[in-house]
């Protein structure tokens, strides 16, 4: 895992490091997906985390509704907080926006962000408007709370312990492949999934906060740059390595259909933000039963192991194979 | 006041008329310098602001090295702290980056942050990295606090309160025009001043959290878009109008060797990260005698008034004339 660090974990790992001593109200500062503060006095843990979209690298002008960018620009960052199990509280949002632009395009960037800021609970508390002569740039920050100090973090996993995911794998990058396509219409419910996924995509906030406080979980982050750029994030926190069966993934069958190979979207695809999670084997069966089924099911597809290195194969008798970081990464193709 | 509201503060509107009603534990929302939070149990306000830096809007590259980007794009935030008299703890950084700015320029921006983070006591909790298509962009969020929960804003003035401004005005548009003119090293200690005014702004922290304890203060904002545009927003607030003194203004004199017009600076200048603030008649020779000599210089520069109207003439005996709201505005050229 270690030598297959991608650029940007680099450059965060250079950043901790370089960071110093954490303030007493700091407890979890650079490297998980949120960091983690205790105000003086305070209840309740509060969680920040900051996510930027950028147009031409998230997104393409025309491919989303201003409606759609201020659901998916908010919906990014609450999935890092649903990644700890905080509650969505505040958010802010910083909008560069090229000339063209107006007041209604705004307006509507924010009703559509204010649709799922209501829906999860989260409320706009300010931000900075400006122009841009370079495209559109989206950056916001969101403010979450345990109120009963009960978070997830990537660190806590342990060999053994069984990994899950919520949902499907690789829904918004068949989302994506069929806007690539020039397909911004869904003529049938796999292409309306697959773009709902792409462009509205649904934080797991509710599970999270579950999930967190259910004492059932040993570790937990968000799915955003893919499984395979994912899990060695994960891995590298707990100090573990991974098994995955590549045949138990909840993988988007339906793709095939618009040429995609589904098996390779659930390892490489990006912006699921599903959740993936560690159950310790003691805590299987009060998990399963425990589980509430309200929520998006969930699917078992390794476990991590002492050996820190990354596997995949196929139950019950294939062959391990070595899984590639081929994940999301800004800064790879600047190596 | 109200006729000449700029577009941007017209969004602004817009945002707080539909952000309906604000949750118990947040005090104050959009349309201050920042939001102010109050954790539950806590014994501390929270206050968080986020700003964005765009490369060709708010910078050119070149005119500025990246640790002084880092400094800049902080300072920026922590002035809007210190509008509150907030005192800084934490603050996240999303960076979208061209290709070309590797992990050299990356490690020199975060020092420059770092340098000042360290000296006003923050600390970077999370961030986001990603490349871009289209320009450098820098978005920062920063958290401060108020373990008294003394916190000024701008809505706390009264019609009769004497208006002051710490140090120096048209300082950092001195220092803009001197990289327009291409003079991006000193010859002199003014054009030292100015430079280092326009690209490592030292945000006025400390004076703002004393301004705000004194209880001698009874409304604040920092200066970051010129003192003609932010003026009408401190006065909107308060629901009064304001009288300046022109002749009273702190100008920067020297710029007139590069051209400048001095006090047009002083009005219309934006980026100088100095405190405006109002003080009572009844306060004004406590306040005299209390302000610390180690803060920078304050200078009486008007008074609110009960008319609603922004007027400036020259004390004693000059003729009022009405101001013209000409500070930056992204949007006003969109109207």
Redesign the interface.
Known sequence: VTADIS??D???R??RK???Q??S??KV??GDD??V?L??????L?V?????L?????FRGGWLSPAQLGHKSLAANLSDLAAMGARP??H?????LP?GL??RW??SF?QGM?RLA?ALGT?????????????L?I?V?A?G?S?RRKLLYRSGGNAGDLLFVTGTLGLAAAGLKLLELGRTHADNEPERLALSAQREPAPRCSTGTWLARSGLVSCMMDLSDGLSADLPRLCAESRTGAEIYSNWLPVFGDSVRWGCDPVALAFHGGEDFELLFAVPRSCLCAFNAAYPRRFPPVTQIGRLTRKRVLTCRARPRGEARLLPPLGFD??RK?K
């Open positions: 650029s940007e680099r450059i965060v250079l950043l370089t960071s110093g954490n303030p109200s700091l500062g650079i949120a960091a503060l105000p003086r006095g305070a209840d309740e509060w920040v985390t900051t996510d930027l950028l147009e031409d690298i998230d509280r505040f802010t949002v910083a909008l560069g000339r107006g007041e705004i307006a924010y204010k209501d409320t706009l508390i300010g931000g900075d408007l400006s122009r841009s002569e370079h495209g740039h950056s920050c403010i709370e109120s800004h800064f600047t």
